[in-house]
Nanobody, 114 residues
Framework: VQLQASGGGLVQAGGSLRLSCANT????????MGWYRQAPGKQREMVAI???????EYADSVKGRFTVSRDNGWNTVTLVMNNLVTEDTAVYYC?????????WGQGTLVTVSS
């Protein structure tokens, strides 16, 4: 499994961004796929995930603003982020849990200016 994240950038507070994660490499059963983030001086935290049972889970701080989705083949997972606030500034990492282990993408920087 190889994860390639894209879509980060600079946006003003109240704006929107769309992150995409392309899953390439070995075809293996994926149980969970989604996004984590790490802000400067803070620990990495879960933002939004989607599971192979169709369940989605969101951090309390992003509920109602962010939406995670995936295609049926687990080839792409997308995070749509609306009404961004400065506290959303972080490096966002694509993440997957498979039968072979846990994988991380390279991270994409999201900066929200006031």
């Amino acid at each position: 499994v190889q994860l390639q994240a894209s879509g980060g950038g600079l946006v003003q507070a109240g704006g929107s961004l769309r992150l995409s994660c392309a899953n390439t490499g070995t075809n293996v059963r994926i149980n969970v796929m989604g996004w984590y983030r790490q802000a400067p001086g803070k620990q990495r935290e879960m933002v939004a995930i989607t599971t192979n049972t169709g369940r989605t889970e969101y951090a309390d701080s992003v509920k109602g603003r962010f939406t995670v989705s995936r295609d049926n083949g687990w080839n792409t997972v997308t995070l749509v982020m609306n009404n961004l606030v400065t506290e959303d500034t972080a490096v966002y990492y694509c993440h997957s849990q498979t039968l072979l282990g846990t994988y991380w993408g390279q991270g994409t920087l999201v900066t929200v200016s006031s």
